[in-house]
């Protein structure tokens, strides 16, 4: 196989013109527009890892209509599921933890003062 080197052609004195209109213009390209998270990831987590109350279940729902939203194009009410999903999986975390650290503390108890 043979590479050959393209060269494109030298801009005409037309062209210049056209596309160098006014050297003193100013672009400003403002920041794009984020898609919100959907926390589908840490949802499915939050619900076989530990799931107080069906906390990770309801945050996996609202994972899937803030994808489900973002798909469809409005990003607002996927912004509004993506921060419900964010809260359940946050009290999910917390509150497995909190049944955790309370399980090592009764065995450390039991197991110092002999139960």
Known sequence: MELKEVRAAPPSEHQEQQFNRDPDTVVTIGNPVEDPRDYVVWSICSLFHGNPFCLGLVALIFSFKARDMKVIGDLQRARGYSKWALRFNGA???????????????????LFSRC
């Open 92 to 110: 999910a975390l917390i509150i497995f933890s909190l049944i955790i650290l309370g399980y090592v503390i009764f065995l450390s108890i039991c």
